[in-house]
């Protein structure tokens, strides 16, 4: 636990993290790539140019600074990030390097108004901080359904959409007597809502590259099933997405760290006809619902579903014919298409219209999600039974 001065300390910089969290978090991540390169192998380098990852770092700052006594308020954050942090296989010796970049960059940004009593205070805090963080990682790299990266080989790849690749792979086992690392697909519990790490040695890239990628099905008789978007908006050229979609094919193999995410169905709800489960996805953001919708119809096909889920036009909607067979299976569905190209928008006239109380479940892009979170909270919806998941840093989300 933090000392009582530096519980003082901390708390009074708030206000200077405020104003320049966001400058501090990007010297840090100029300083630690420029002397621990090898790092870079391991960051998203789109989310570094975005700003995305600068942002959600000092949102997680600024919180640990507030709740910095009473750290437990961040379980959700920790979870989230703890997952990602399991799935990039970051390891508690990396800690280290990234408190010393981290008071670094305080040092440098605030100058002389950094004095020794914030320097130590921060270290310490930082220290405490990352100890949260460790020991929460420490149990998911227990519980992970395979150590490190595993190889698999890709047995099937169609396409989703015009621009939506859905990929199913199988471990390549070890032929030798020591089995023990060995992955039964049968044996594999996986959870809808859930994401693979896909790490791959592009050819235009002098680094590794690690990318998330949602499960769109838990059912593993065929192998493990996701789905990869071709990344190449606003000029943007997606090194990893691009690969798998025109390199990657039938019978090569590729290296993936076990499922992990926290974003998940509600398990006491599942059964509860009374509480209706709504879906709203965008894109790509289908994927990780497709499989939500699998587990509910599956378990309870009488719960009422409400499904929304908007893209750019016929051509890139994505898995309709496994979600229309789905839908089918549940007693109670209400259905919503919009087509971007035709005018028609996912927005408040819809949201509008949803009942209350309900589990609503939301994918998509970073705009996407800070319009759909933002207007179901101004709708009064509870915050306990929103979830959602979008395809960056969830801490870069700036929700009103």
């Known amino acids: 636990m933090a000392t009582a001065q530096t519980l003082k300390i ?6 200077v993290l405020e104003e320049h969290g966001n400058a501090i978090t990007t010297v ?21 140019k975005l700003g995305r990852q600068q942002t ?46 981290l008071i670094g960059a305080i040092k440098q940004v605030l100058g002389e108004a950094a004095n020794d009593d914030i320097i130590e205070a921060w270290t310490e805090a930082y220290d405490e901080i990352a100890n949260v963080f ?9 519980d992970a359904m395979w150590k490190g990266f595993a ?30 690392q060995n992955i039964d697909l049968s044996k594999l519990a996986l959870t809808a809502g859930q994401y693979i790490t896909v790490k791959t040695n592009p050819q235009d890239s002098d680094h590794l590259a690690l990318r998330h990628y949602s499960l769109n099905s838990t059912i593993t008789d065929k192998g493990i099933q996701f789905a990869v978007k071709r990344d190449n908006r606003n000029g943007h050229y997606g090194l990893v997405s691009n690969y798998l979609h025109d390199e990657l094919q039938v ?23 009374d509480i209706p489960l709504i879906f709203i996805s965008a894109g790509v953001g289908i994927t990780p619902i497709l499989a939500m919708l699998e587990t509910q119809v599956t378990a309870n096909p009488q719960r009422p579903i409400i499904w929304a889920y908007a893209c750019q036009n016929k051509k890139h909607h994505a898995f309709e014919s496994q979600v229309n067979q789905l839908l089918e299976s549940a007693t109670t569905v209400e259905k919503n298409i919009f087509y971007f190209d035709s005018g028609q928008l996912l927005g408040n ?8 109380p309900a589990d609503i479940y939301v994918c998509g892009s970073m705009p996407f999600m800070e319009s759909m979170i933002g207007g179901l909270t101004a709708l009064e919806h509870s915050t306990d039974h929103v979830h959602y998941e979008p395809f960056g840093p969830k801490m870069s989300l700036q929700i009103a």
Do not use: C
């Not at 901390?10 to 206000?15: E, G, I, L, Q, S």
């Not at 019978?251 to 006809?273: M, R, V």
């Open 28 to 48: 840090f991540y100029q300083n630690m790539f420029a002397n621990h390169p090898e790092l870079l192998d391991i960051f998203n380098e789109t989310n570094q």
């Open 10 to 15: 901390v708390k009074a910089t708030v206000p």
């Open 134 to 142: 460790i020991q929460f990682e420490k149990g998911l790299y227990i």
């Open 56 to 101: 959600a770092l000092a949102t997680t700052v600024l919180a640990a600074a507030k709740h910095l006594e009473h750290l437990e308020v961040l379980l959700p954050q920790v979870t989230e990030i703890g997952h990602k942090h399991r799935a990039l296989q970051i390891l508690p010796e990396h800690y280290p390097i990234v408190g010393e970049h």
């Open 251 to 273: 019978g090569e193999t590729l290296l993936l760290s076990a499922p992990a995410g926290d974003f998940a169905l509600d398990k006491e709800l599942i059964h509860q006809n």
């Open 349 to 356: 006239d819809l949201l509008a219209t949803l009942p209350k």
């Open 151 to 180: 190889s698999f080989k890709v047995v099937e790849k169609v396409a989703a959409a015009t621009d939506i690749a859905a990929f199913t792979v199988v471990p390549v086992n070890d032929d030798s007597e020591d089995k023990s």
